[in-house]
């Protein structure tokens, strides 16, 4: 275990409960500084703060798991998802069987993303510190009722950041089907864990999707960025005349219009492969619903001037193809977009395209991604949901 001295004054976040620690606030290291583990932090006078797990190879040195003098052990780790699964049990809906059961940050676990498909875990570790505790976390999940296996899905840019390989495959119990059937809300959906985006499915639009359902009745609906035709489901359901999807991906249309499909709606569907910029701005026609949902424009803070270009885009034609009355969902995905951002380039746009717009509602992340007090950044997800006056 490594002792973490902060440098005098630094210790005002970890105190405050932020989780993260950055190099820069770091006075020295007591205990071997090259290996990952579990890290015990002080402040510049040796005072106790907290505790969390340690990686040399990150610029985020430390992410605290604790600010209670605790082992961190199984039971620590069994504890803080069985809190994450109580919270899931109080305010998901029973049609609902796929969600976050632990959101990494969210559920005071940094590192560790896990997805339930069913009687499935899609899971994602993302940090050296908590690779330690696979094995404990994996007994934890294993020990919940009606699983049948887990998974991991680890990789992709933050692990890269960590200096750590991808890794894939099964980690317990069966492997999970080619396509897990799973209900969201009372409509049915293939997911593709091995093969899809993410750990297979985008859970963290359930709420913005039965809000598009409500609103859908006799509408037409434009969906931008479907992937597995999620957002176009709800839309049907709701009692949409006609929808069309667009994505670029030929695997993500497959899977969207057997989902269309499973759930009565195949043959009204209209699946486009392309460039969702491109066809917004070249369409010739106007929608009564828009749905924006892109992948994140921003994946540094750095890329953020670029990326308001393509939301600006974006926005800009979705709403120049908006009927008069017209509805509007709008996303950004990147955690490093705030709200407030967000909505002035929204209203450049609005501007822009000459339209006058209200905000009838924000949008965003659903109660199984929760986000911590301490770490406003977990918030990643911003909605608008707009309607056009004239
Ligand atoms: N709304 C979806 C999730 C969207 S994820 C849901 O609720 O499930 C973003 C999607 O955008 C991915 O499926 C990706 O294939 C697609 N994509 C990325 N760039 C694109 C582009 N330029 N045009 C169209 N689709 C694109």
């Not at 560790?112 to 499935?120: M, P």
């Not at 009745?217 to 009692?239: D, H, I, P, Q, W």
């Not at 709403?319 to 951002?341: A, N, R, V, Y």
């Not at 000459?354 to 990643?380: A, C, F, M, N, T």
Request: charged share 25%; aromatic share 10%.
């Amino acid at each position: 275990m490594q002792r973490i001295i902060l440098k005098p004054g630094r210790e005002r976040p970890v105190t405050n409960g932020h989780p993260w620690i950055f190099s820069g606030a770091i006075e020295s290291v007591e205990g071997d500084p090259e290996a990952p583990g579990v890290a015990e932090v002080f402040d510049g006078k040796k005072n106790w703060l907290a505790c969390g797990l340690y990686n040399p190879k990150s610029q985020i040195r430390v992410r605290l798991l604790t600010w209670k003098k605790e082992p961190i052990d199984g039971h620590f780790f069994s504890r803080r998802i069985n809190q994450a699964l109580a919270l899931r049990r109080d305010h998901l809906a029973a049609k609902t069987n796929a969600y976050r059961l632990v959101n990494g940050e969210g559920d005071f676990l940094p590192g560790l993303i896990a997805d339930r498909y069913g009687n499935f875990f899609v899971c994602e570790f993302f940090t050296a510190g908590m690779e330690l505790f696979k094995d404990d976390i994996v007994a934890a999940l294993s020990a919940l009722e009606s699983v049948d296996g887990i998974f991991e899905k680890s990789e992709g840019r933050v692990r890269d950041e960590e200096g750590l390989e991808p890794s894939v495959g099964v980690l317990a119990g069966a492997a999970p089907p080619d396509s897990i059937v799973i209900e969201e809300n009372g409509f049915t959906f293939l997911v593709d864990v091995r093969r899809g985006q993410k750990t297979g499915f985008f859970l963290d639009q359930r709420d913005s999707r039965a809000f598009l359902a409500n609103a859908a009745r006799r509408r037409t609906v434009l969906n931008c960025f479907s992937y597995s035709g999620a957002f176009s489901v709800y839309a049907f359901g709701g009692g949409a005349k006609e929808v069309i999807s667009i994505d670029s991906s030929r695997p993500a249309l497959e899977l969207a219009e057997k989902n269309l499909a499973l759930n009565g709606f195949g043959a009204k569907a209209e699946l486009l492969k392309g460039d969702a910029f491109a066809y917004l701005k070249e369409c010739d026609t106007a929608f009564d619903v828009i749905v924006l949902d892109p992948p994140s424009l921003a994946h540094k803070r750095s890329d953020v001037t670029a990326a308001t270009g393509g939301y600006k885009f974006l926005n800009l034609h979705a709403l120049k193809h908006l009927e008069p009355g017209g509805l509007l969902l709008t996303f950004s995905c990147s955690q490093h977009l705030s709200i407030d951002l967000f909505q002035k380039v929204v209203f450049g746009a609005a501007v822009d395209a000459r339209r006058k717009v209200s905000v009838i509602k924000r949008l965003g992340q659903p109660i199984d991604h929760p986000v911590s007090l301490h770490h406003p950044e977990g918030e990643y997800l911003k909605g608008l949901a707009l309607r056009a006056v004239d």
